[in-house]
Protein backbone atom coordinates (compact mmCIF):
# COMPACT_ATOMS: atom_id res chain seq x y z
CA UNK A 1 0.00 0.00 0.00
CA UNK A 2 1.71 3.40 -0.85
CA UNK A 3 2.18 6.00 1.17
CA UNK A 4 0.20 8.85 1.39
CA UNK A 5 2.02 12.03 -0.33
CA UNK A 6 3.30 10.23 -3.16
CA UNK A 7 0.29 8.56 -3.95
CA UNK A 8 -1.86 12.31 -3.77
CA UNK A 9 1.45 12.76 -6.25
CA UNK A 10 0.62 10.08 -8.86
CA UNK A 11 -3.68 11.00 -8.54
CA UNK A 12 -2.31 14.50 -9.62
CA UNK A 13 -0.56 12.62 -12.98
CA UNK A 14 -2.92 10.71 -13.47
CA UNK A 15 -5.80 13.09 -13.74
CA UNK A 16 -4.26 16.34 -14.79
CA UNK A 17 -5.23 16.20 -18.43
CA UNK A 18 -8.48 15.01 -17.57
CA UNK A 19 -10.57 17.68 -20.26
CA UNK A 20 -14.42 16.26 -19.51
CA UNK A 21 -16.63 18.40 -17.90
CA UNK A 22 -17.18 22.48 -18.10
CA UNK A 23 -17.49 25.36 -16.02
CA UNK A 24 -20.21 26.48 -14.59
CA UNK A 25 -21.45 28.92 -16.45
CA UNK A 26 -25.18 29.80 -14.79
CA UNK A 27 -23.14 32.31 -12.41
CA UNK A 28 -21.83 34.62 -14.96
CA UNK A 29 -18.22 35.33 -12.63
CA UNK A 30 -17.72 31.17 -12.48
CA UNK A 31 -16.88 31.23 -15.98
CA UNK A 32 -13.35 32.96 -15.09
CA UNK A 33 -11.73 30.05 -13.82
CA UNK A 34 -8.87 28.38 -15.01
CA UNK A 35 -9.52 24.87 -16.64
CA UNK A 36 -6.14 23.49 -15.76
CA UNK A 37 -6.36 24.36 -11.88
CA UNK A 38 -6.31 21.39 -9.85
CA UNK A 39 -5.64 20.35 -6.17
CA UNK A 40 -5.47 17.79 -3.69
CA UNK A 41 -5.42 17.87 0.07
CA UNK A 42 -5.44 15.99 2.79
CA UNK A 43 -5.67 17.01 7.06
CA UNK A 44 -5.49 14.61 9.41
CA UNK A 45 -7.31 15.15 12.79
CA UNK A 46 -3.87 15.50 14.34
CA UNK A 47 -3.35 18.31 12.19
CA UNK A 48 -0.96 17.08 9.58
CA UNK A 49 -1.22 18.98 6.25
CA UNK A 50 -1.04 16.59 2.89
CA UNK A 51 -1.49 18.27 -0.82
CA UNK A 52 -0.44 18.45 -4.81
CA UNK A 53 -0.87 21.30 -7.18
CA UNK A 54 -2.65 24.02 -6.73
CA UNK A 55 -3.90 23.65 -3.07
CA UNK A 56 -3.18 27.39 -2.38
CA UNK A 57 -5.21 28.95 -5.28
CA UNK A 58 -8.26 31.02 -4.09
CA UNK A 59 -12.27 30.33 -5.53
CA UNK A 60 -15.61 30.48 -3.80
CA UNK A 61 -17.06 27.57 -1.50
CA UNK A 62 -20.26 27.34 -3.26
CA UNK A 63 -22.43 24.65 -1.96
CA UNK A 64 -19.94 23.19 -0.31
CA UNK A 65 -21.20 26.41 2.55
CA UNK A 66 -24.35 24.43 2.90
CA UNK A 67 -22.77 21.84 5.29
CA UNK A 68 -21.44 24.83 7.41
CA UNK A 69 -24.49 27.25 7.33
CA UNK A 70 -26.27 24.03 8.34
CA UNK A 71 -24.23 23.45 11.67
CA UNK A 72 -24.87 27.40 13.03
CA UNK A 73 -28.89 26.89 12.63
CA UNK A 74 -28.88 23.68 14.20
CA UNK A 75 -26.45 25.57 17.12
CA UNK A 76 -28.58 28.40 16.76
CA UNK A 77 -32.32 26.84 16.77
CA UNK A 78 -32.15 22.92 17.62
CA UNK A 79 -32.96 19.74 15.90
CA UNK A 80 -36.91 20.22 16.21
CA UNK A 81 -37.06 23.56 14.59
CA UNK A 82 -34.70 22.60 11.97
CA UNK A 83 -37.01 19.40 11.17
CA UNK A 84 -39.98 21.41 10.95
CA UNK A 85 -38.70 23.45 8.07
CA UNK A 86 -36.23 21.55 6.26
CA UNK A 87 -36.05 17.79 6.06
CA UNK A 88 -33.38 14.84 5.87
CA UNK A 89 -34.77 13.29 2.63
CA UNK A 90 -32.45 12.72 -0.30
CA UNK A 91 -34.08 13.48 -3.51
CA UNK A 92 -32.31 12.66 -6.42
CA UNK A 93 -32.71 15.64 -7.91
CA UNK A 94 -30.41 18.60 -9.24
CA UNK A 95 -29.08 20.98 -6.42
CA UNK A 96 -31.56 23.58 -8.31
CA UNK A 97 -34.41 21.31 -8.62
CA UNK A 98 -37.10 24.14 -7.89
CA UNK A 99 -40.81 22.41 -7.32
CA UNK A 100 -40.10 19.64 -5.30
CA UNK A 101 -41.28 20.75 -2.10
CA UNK A 102 -42.27 17.84 0.04
CA UNK A 103 -46.46 17.33 -0.88
CA UNK A 104 -47.56 17.06 2.92
CA UNK A 105 -45.01 19.03 4.64
CA UNK A 106 -44.36 21.78 2.33
CA UNK A 107 -40.47 21.45 2.91
CA UNK A 108 -37.67 21.18 0.80
CA UNK A 109 -36.16 17.64 1.28
CA UNK A 110 -33.02 18.62 2.53
CA UNK A 111 -30.33 21.47 3.66
CA UNK A 112 -28.03 20.09 0.25
CA UNK A 113 -30.21 21.40 -1.92
CA UNK A 114 -30.69 24.56 -3.01
CA UNK A 115 -34.29 25.48 -1.43
CA UNK A 116 -33.37 23.95 1.64
CA UNK A 117 -30.20 25.26 2.20
CA UNK A 118 -31.60 28.92 1.57
CA UNK A 119 -34.49 28.15 4.56
CA UNK A 120 -31.82 26.88 6.52
CA UNK A 121 -29.64 30.10 6.08
CA UNK A 122 -32.50 31.69 7.12
CA UNK A 123 -32.95 30.01 10.35
CA UNK A 124 -29.56 31.80 11.21
CA UNK A 125 -29.70 34.10 14.45
CA UNK A 126 -28.52 37.99 14.22
CA UNK A 127 -30.01 41.32 15.28
CA UNK A 128 -30.29 42.38 11.46
CA UNK A 129 -28.67 41.35 8.32
CA UNK A 130 -25.13 42.46 8.72
CA UNK A 131 -25.53 40.77 12.39
CA UNK A 132 -26.19 37.37 10.62
CA UNK A 133 -23.55 37.84 8.07
CA UNK A 134 -20.92 38.19 10.93
CA UNK A 135 -22.25 35.34 12.68
CA UNK A 136 -21.89 33.55 9.61
CA UNK A 137 -18.34 34.78 8.76
CA UNK A 138 -17.28 34.00 12.60
CA UNK A 139 -18.29 30.42 12.08
CA UNK A 140 -16.09 30.01 8.64
CA UNK A 141 -13.31 31.57 11.15
CA UNK A 142 -13.77 29.04 13.52
CA UNK A 143 -13.22 26.52 10.49
CA UNK A 144 -10.33 28.18 8.86
CA UNK A 145 -8.33 29.46 11.93
CA UNK A 146 -7.81 32.66 9.48
CA UNK A 147 -10.02 35.51 8.31
CA UNK A 148 -12.21 35.34 5.53
CA UNK A 149 -13.55 37.20 2.92
CA UNK A 150 -16.41 37.37 0.77
CA UNK A 151 -15.77 37.83 -3.02
CA UNK A 152 -18.14 40.99 -4.18
CA UNK A 153 -18.09 39.94 -8.37
CA UNK A 154 -19.31 36.84 -7.55
CA UNK A 155 -21.91 37.58 -4.72
CA UNK A 156 -23.10 40.65 -7.27
CA UNK A 157 -23.18 37.89 -10.00
CA UNK A 158 -25.26 35.58 -8.51
CA UNK A 159 -27.62 38.08 -7.23
CA UNK A 160 -28.15 40.18 -10.18
CA UNK A 161 -28.87 36.51 -11.80
CA UNK A 162 -29.89 33.80 -9.41
CA UNK A 163 -33.48 34.26 -10.53
CA UNK A 164 -34.06 30.34 -9.78
CA UNK A 165 -32.95 30.39 -6.89
CA UNK A 166 -35.30 33.62 -6.35
CA UNK A 167 -38.27 31.86 -7.48
CA UNK A 168 -37.55 29.06 -4.66
CA UNK A 169 -37.74 31.73 -1.61
CA UNK A 170 -40.80 32.93 -3.12
CA UNK A 171 -42.67 29.55 -3.03
CA UNK A 172 -41.45 28.84 0.61
CA UNK A 173 -42.64 31.79 1.72
CA UNK A 174 -46.42 31.24 0.02
CA UNK A 175 -46.33 28.07 1.93
CA UNK A 176 -44.95 30.03 4.78
CA UNK A 177 -41.72 27.64 5.00
CA UNK A 178 -39.55 30.86 5.17
CA UNK A 179 -39.63 34.28 6.73
CA UNK A 180 -40.83 36.89 5.16
CA UNK A 181 -37.96 38.73 4.35
CA UNK A 182 -36.52 37.05 1.52
CA UNK A 183 -34.47 39.45 0.00
CA UNK A 184 -32.24 39.32 3.06
CA UNK A 185 -31.92 35.89 3.08
CA UNK A 186 -31.42 35.22 -0.48
CA UNK A 187 -28.14 37.75 -0.06
CA UNK A 188 -26.83 35.78 3.12
CA UNK A 189 -27.09 32.61 1.35
CA UNK A 190 -25.18 34.35 -1.92
CA UNK A 191 -22.85 35.70 0.73
CA UNK A 192 -22.02 32.52 1.86
CA UNK A 193 -21.42 30.72 -1.22
CA UNK A 194 -18.92 33.26 -2.38
CA UNK A 195 -16.68 32.98 0.78
CA UNK A 196 -12.90 32.59 -0.54
CA UNK A 197 -11.39 29.23 0.55
CA UNK A 198 -8.56 27.49 -1.51
CA UNK A 199 -8.59 23.09 -1.56
CA UNK A 200 -6.14 23.00 1.52
CA UNK A 201 -8.43 25.40 3.88
CA UNK A 202 -11.42 22.76 2.50
CA UNK A 203 -9.60 20.26 3.22
CA UNK A 204 -9.19 21.53 7.47
CA UNK A 205 -12.72 22.13 7.51
CA UNK A 206 -14.08 18.58 6.62
CA UNK A 207 -10.91 17.56 8.79
CA UNK A 208 -12.79 19.35 11.27
CA UNK A 209 -15.96 17.53 10.83
CA UNK A 210 -13.71 14.26 11.29
CA UNK A 211 -12.42 15.49 14.32
CA UNK A 212 -16.04 16.18 16.07
CA UNK A 213 -15.67 19.77 15.27
CA UNK A 214 -12.73 20.81 16.74
CA UNK A 215 -10.64 22.46 13.94
CA UNK A 216 -7.46 19.98 14.02
CA UNK A 217 -4.58 22.68 13.98
CA UNK A 218 -5.95 25.86 16.14
CA UNK A 219 -7.77 23.25 18.61
CA UNK A 220 -10.92 25.46 18.65
CA UNK A 221 -14.57 23.95 18.49
CA UNK A 222 -16.10 25.17 15.56
CA UNK A 223 -18.96 23.05 15.67
CA UNK A 224 -20.58 21.73 18.70
CA UNK A 225 -19.58 18.44 19.11
CA UNK A 226 -23.56 16.31 19.01
CA UNK A 227 -24.43 17.93 15.66
CA UNK A 228 -21.40 16.52 14.01
CA UNK A 229 -23.33 13.52 13.27
CA UNK A 230 -26.28 15.38 11.69
CA UNK A 231 -23.78 17.25 9.27
CA UNK A 232 -22.05 14.04 8.25
CA UNK A 233 -25.43 11.96 8.08
CA UNK A 234 -26.92 14.75 5.60
CA UNK A 235 -23.30 15.02 3.57
CA UNK A 236 -23.86 10.99 3.23
CA UNK A 237 -27.16 10.64 1.64
CA UNK A 238 -27.62 14.55 0.16
CA UNK A 239 -24.12 15.84 -0.16
CA UNK A 240 -23.29 15.00 -4.06
CA UNK A 241 -27.26 16.06 -5.47
CA UNK A 242 -28.37 13.21 -7.89
CA UNK A 243 -24.79 11.04 -7.62
CA UNK A 244 -25.15 11.02 -3.92
CA UNK A 245 -26.27 7.10 -4.18
CA UNK A 246 -23.62 6.24 -6.86
CA UNK A 247 -21.17 8.25 -4.53
CA UNK A 248 -22.35 6.20 -1.88
CA UNK A 249 -21.84 3.51 -3.39
CA UNK A 250 -18.61 4.03 -5.10
CA UNK A 251 -16.79 5.86 -2.92
CA UNK A 252 -18.73 5.36 0.73
CA UNK A 253 -17.78 8.21 2.83
CA UNK A 254 -19.59 11.87 3.58
CA UNK A 255 -18.54 14.32 0.71
CA UNK A 256 -19.94 17.52 -0.36
CA UNK A 257 -19.52 19.36 -3.75
CA UNK A 258 -19.81 23.02 -4.87
CA UNK A 259 -19.93 24.15 -8.57
CA UNK A 260 -16.79 26.07 -8.14
CA UNK A 261 -15.25 22.89 -8.56
CA UNK A 262 -14.73 22.00 -4.90
CA UNK A 263 -15.46 18.99 -3.05
CA UNK A 264 -14.99 17.72 0.60
CA UNK A 265 -14.76 14.17 2.20
CA UNK A 266 -14.70 13.03 5.41
CA UNK A 267 -13.26 9.72 6.88
CA UNK A 268 -14.37 9.77 10.38
CA UNK A 269 -11.87 10.33 13.40
CA UNK A 270 -8.98 10.31 10.76
CA UNK A 271 -8.81 13.14 8.19
CA UNK A 272 -10.57 15.21 5.78
CA UNK A 273 -9.98 15.32 1.87
CA UNK A 274 -10.19 18.11 -0.52
CA UNK A 275 -10.15 18.13 -3.82
CA UNK A 276 -10.31 21.23 -6.38
CA UNK A 277 -10.92 21.47 -10.28
CA UNK A 278 -13.55 23.69 -11.80
CA UNK A 279 -15.15 21.20 -14.11
CA UNK A 280 -18.25 20.10 -13.94
CA UNK A 281 -20.48 17.12 -15.11
CA UNK A 282 -24.12 17.79 -15.75
CA UNK A 283 -25.07 16.78 -12.15
CA UNK A 284 -22.62 19.75 -10.48
CA UNK A 285 -19.72 17.62 -9.29
CA UNK A 286 -15.68 18.11 -10.46
CA UNK A 287 -14.79 15.41 -12.47
CA UNK A 288 -10.87 15.39 -12.10
CA UNK A 289 -12.35 15.82 -8.02
CA UNK A 290 -14.74 12.48 -8.55
CA UNK A 291 -11.76 10.38 -10.23
CA UNK A 292 -9.58 11.00 -6.98
CA UNK A 293 -12.20 9.83 -4.86
CA UNK A 294 -12.89 6.84 -6.31
CA UNK A 295 -9.30 6.05 -6.27
CA UNK A 296 -8.66 7.38 -3.00
CA UNK A 297 -11.23 5.00 -1.63
CA UNK A 298 -10.51 1.72 -3.38
CA UNK A 299 -6.68 2.19 -2.39
CA UNK A 300 -7.12 2.82 1.25
CA UNK A 301 -10.83 1.02 1.84
CA UNK A 302 -11.94 4.12 2.80
CA UNK A 303 -15.55 2.92 2.22
CA UNK A 304 -17.45 2.93 5.48
CA UNK A 305 -18.79 -0.31 4.68
CA UNK A 306 -15.98 -1.81 3.18
CA UNK A 307 -14.00 -4.10 6.24
CA UNK A 308 -11.90 -6.18 3.88
CA UNK A 309 -8.33 -4.69 4.33
CA UNK A 310 -9.41 -3.42 8.11
CA UNK A 311 -9.92 0.09 9.00
CA UNK A 312 -6.25 0.92 9.54
CA UNK A 313 -5.45 0.87 6.21
CA UNK A 314 -5.28 4.45 5.92
CA UNK A 315 -3.94 5.18 9.42
CA UNK A 316 -0.90 3.40 7.63
CA UNK A 317 -1.08 5.53 4.55
CA UNK A 318 -0.24 8.58 6.71
CA UNK A 319 2.74 7.02 8.85
N1 LIG B 1 -24.52 29.41 -5.29
C1 LIG B 1 -24.88 28.28 -6.10
C2 LIG B 1 -26.37 28.27 -6.38
O1 LIG B 1 -27.14 28.57 -5.52
C3 LIG B 1 -24.46 27.04 -5.40
C4 LIG B 1 -24.77 25.80 -6.18
C5 LIG B 1 -23.75 24.72 -6.04
O2 LIG B 1 -22.59 24.93 -5.73
N2 LIG B 1 -24.17 23.53 -6.37
O3 LIG B 1 -26.82 27.94 -7.45
Known sequence: MPALQPFLEDLYDRYRDVSEGQLASYIPELTKANKDWFGISVVTTDGRIFGVGDVDQPFTIQSISKVFAYGLALEDRGRAVLLDKVGVEPTGDPFNSLIRLDEDSKRPFNPMINAGAIATTSLINGADPTGKLNRLLAMFERYLGHDVVID?????SERSTGHRNRAM????????MIAQDIDSALDLYFQQCSVMVNCQDLAVMAATLANQGRQPITGAQALERDYTRDLLSVMYTCGMYNRAGEWAYRVGIPAKSGVSGGIIAVVPG???????????DKNGNSVRGLKVFEALSQEYGLHLFDLSMGRCVFTEALE
Request: glycine residues 4%; proline residues 8%.
Open 270 to 280: KAGIATFSPLI
Open 152 to 156: MPTFM
Open 169 to 176: AHLMLNFD
